[in-house]
């Protein structure tokens, strides 16, 4: 078990309702000093809930926390002390230039001004954007945005930091500089929970996952585990003619069972096969039924067909099935 000083963050049982809604249904989270902890959800999880009560900007109506040590009900403020967040609604002026928001907020918490601007061009520096600092912020681009975004609540360094959906919207390359950032801020000592819908964010830059969906955790582990728990033996299928999937579908469904996953771009079809028999045999039904297939392969899943077996799927809204696989919590 782990030895709860090593932890930055410790919940249990938190709840947080609006009205009839229940946003956060009883979560129970163990973050390890110095780790990237991701909680990865579709949108309306209730994953900005769970970071706001975490750095005590919303009242938990049950449940305790602790942040650094710090109660969330009893000790608010202390948890304010030793956390920084960044959201997607950050507090930046946009009339003024990069370096005049970073030496106001350094000026807020209590540095003189000589300090405040070298704290400001330090951060402007570390996270690349020296060339930018005289421009005002409206005109910098959403990669930049996001990066001074996170510039500006490092002024002190924190013990946690909050990322909620750090790179939502922002193209490959920005997000690839901040993931470069994130993993940066990791190795120096901070610790960061981070939010995201992204799958491939979540493997990417964090030690550890907790998959949250209807404001319950359904799933926690490292990628690999999660992985491992959804089963090895992906068959996975690509066909030269999508407009055979559907009845290629049809096919795997009734040798394998389960549910058959669709890559978004549709030529793909991946299944749980079981078996390296099982997967053959029905590879030779395709084939003998015609099908051009340009590509297959045995493996773990991705984290996408992770996601889908847990929370059964992108139609589940529609019909409310689910194929739940609990006992990995
Ligand atoms: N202030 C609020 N008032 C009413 N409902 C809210 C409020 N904030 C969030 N919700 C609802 O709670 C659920 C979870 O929201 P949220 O935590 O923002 O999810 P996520 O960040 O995962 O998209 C959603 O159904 C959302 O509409
Ligand atoms: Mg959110």
Redesign the pocket.
């Known amino acids: 078990m782990t030895d709860q000083q090593d932890l930055a963050i410790r919940a249990r049982g938190l709840v947080r309702r609006?009205?009839d809604?229940t946003?956060?249904a009883g979560i129970d989270l163990d973050v390890r000093r110095g780790t990237i902890f991701a909680v990865l959800?579709?949108?309306?999880?209730?994953?900005?809930?769970?970071l706001r009560m975490l750095a005590t900007l919303t009242a938990a109506d049950a449940g305790t926390a602790t942040v650094m040590g710090h109660d969330i009900t009893t000790a608010p403020h202390k948890v304010r002390a030793s956390i920084a967040m960044t959201g997607q609604f950050a507090s930046l002026d946009e009339d003024l230039t990069g370096r005049d928001n970073l030496v106001m907020l350094a000026r807020l918490w209590g540095f003189r001004s000589g300090a405040a601007r070298a704290r400001a061009d330090e951060l402007l520096a570390a996270f690349d954007l020296s060339a930018a600092a005289r421009k005002q912020v409206k005109n910098y681009s959403g990669g930049m945005r996001r990066r001074l975004d996170i510039a500006a609540s490092l002024i002190v360094t924190p013990g946690v930091l909050f990322l909620?959906e750090p790179t939502t919207g922002l193209d490959p390359s920005a997000r690839q500089g901040v993931w470069h950032l994130i993993r940066q801020l990791a190795g120096a000592g901070v610790t960061i929970l981070l939010?995201t819908q992204y799958l491939e964010e979540a493997d990417q830059l964090a030690e550890r996952i907790a998959v949250i969906d209807h404001?319950r955790k359904i799933a926690e582990g490292t990628s690999r585990e999660l992985k491992a728990a959804t089963g090895s033996g992906f068959l996975h299928v690509s066909l030269a003619d999508p407009g055979q999937c559907d009845a290629a579908a049809a096919l795997l469904m009734q040798h394998l069972g389960g549910s058959v996953q669709r890559s978004p771009e549709g030529a793909e079809l991946s299944v749980l096969a079981g078996s390296a028999t099982a997967a053959n045999a029905a590879l030779a039904a395709l084939i003998e039924a015609g099908f051009d297939l340009t590509d297959f392969r045995m493996g773990a899943p991705s984290l996408d067909e992770v996601f889908f077996a847990l929370t059964g799927g992108p139609d589940r809204a529609k019909d409310g099935k689910r194929n739940t696989t609990e006992a990995m919590t």
């Not at 959800?41 to 769970?50: E, F, Q, R, S, V």
């Open positions: 609006f009205g809604l946003a956060v959800g579709p949108n309306g999880a209730g994953k900005t809930t769970l909620d939010t404001g």
